[in-house]
T-cell receptor, first 113, second 113 residues
Framework: NAGVTQTPKFRILKIGQSMTLQCAQD?????MYWYRQDPGMGLKLIYYSVGAGITDKGEVPNGYNVSRSTTEDFPLRLELAAPSQTSVYFC????????????FGQGTRLTVV | LAKTTQPISMDSYEGQEVNITCSHN???????ITWYQQFPSQGPRFIIQ???TKVTNEVASLFIPADRKSSTLSLPRVSLSDTAVYYC??????????????FGKGTRLSVIA
């Protein structure tokens, strides 16, 4: 059972480039989340989804886009990368809503130069 | 979502019991209290969840007073490997929609030999 899988693990982008961070879960979870974590800080919610076809903004959505065409996948798109988007990105999933146990991926470390 | 307040950091010696208290004064009737642990360069990991009184598992205990306005995570006889950031979250697992997982700053626990 793989749980939550994120790819890539590391990536360096140049300013203005775009990329998609992939997230897949095999637990048939309804809820999926994207967070970013800057050095020494807590996790900030970027976007979340309560099911296929449904997404909503979190605390820091600017500069990002998401889609949820299947239950398993929840990709995060960065358009026109900026140095402020240098961070570690975590994807998570849970079966129920905000009060339940969530499972996290291993993270993607992104550097924008 | 109920707002939570935790100490920013705590230090402890190996072998001691560590208690981390979280305040959640506006907790709702259906909210559960969940604690996560995050090691450096890893995603958070669920450690314990409770609704009232006391919950114990192989990792920790969670104490919740009758008014549920606070909770205490207790780690027995900590070791160096317990050095991590601990997050307290409060949420209703059955309420869909606008109840995503939102993390605060957490408590940075440093265990000293």
């Amino acid at each position: 059972n793989a749980g939550v899988t994120q790819t890539p693990k590391f990536r360096i982008l140049k300013i203005g480039q775009s990329m998609t961070l992939q997230c897949a879960q095999d637990m048939n979870h309804n809820y999926m989340y994207w967070y970013r974590q800057d050095p020494g800080m807590g996790l900030k919610l970027i976007y979340y989804s309560v099911g296929a076809g449904i997404t909503d903004k979190g605390e820091v959505p600017n500069g990002y886009n998401v889609s949820r065409s299947t239950t398993e996948d929840f990709p995060l798109r960065l358009e026109l990368a900026a140095p402020s988007q240098t961070s570690v990105y975590f994807c998570a999933s849970s079966y129920l809503a905000g009060g339940t146990e969530a499972f996290f991926g291993q993270g993607t470390r992104l550097t924008v130069v | 979502l109920a707002k939570t307040t935790q100490p920013i950091s705590m230090d402890s010696y190996e072998g001691q019991e560590v208690n981390i208290t979280c305040s959640h004064n506006n907790i709702a009737t259906n909210d559960y209290i969940t604690w996560y642990q995050q090691f450096p360069s890893q995603g958070p990991r669920f450690i314990i969840q409770g609704y009232k009184t006391k919950v114990t598992n192989e990792v920790a205990s969670l104490f919740i007073p009758a008014d549920r306005k606070s909770s205490t995570l207790s780690l027995p006889r900590v070791s160096l490997s317990d050095t991590a950031v601990y997050y307290c979250l409060v949420g209703d697992m059955l309420r869909s929609g606008n109840t995503p997982l939102v993390f605060g700053k957490g408590t940075r626990l440093s265990v000293i030999a």
